[in-house]
């Protein structure tokens, strides 16, 4: 992401018009970036059980997302102190732009990690836990 980019990014409130492409990118997300996914589970079966889970978790969550005008860049989920996911394009990856979506208070992340999360929590000394633990 260049500076032009940043000046004109806005961080915003999920709506309901970001959910087909929060679903679409946090399933996806899920199953060819989590360790032994692929393995563990056929695609069908996978999406399906993802769907209902993030279903699940968006009714209680915040959704913050980062985007330029209708082009979404990146966006995060949580509630409270528990980070659920973060995602960012891979145009603007490494950037900086998952720092700026990343809540300010996280204590916790959720126990389904991508391999990019792995190394996120432990750089910032996280605790992970599953999502059923959530208060």
Known sequence: MDDNNLEVAHFREGTEEDLPFIYSTWRNSAYYGTFGMQEAFESKEFFKYKTNEIKKILKNATILVCSIGDLIMGYSVYTGTHLYFVYVKADYRNEGLGTKLFPIKIETVDHNLT?????????KGLKIRSSDNES
């Open 115 to 123: 391999k990019i999360g792995v190394t996120i929590v432990g750089k």
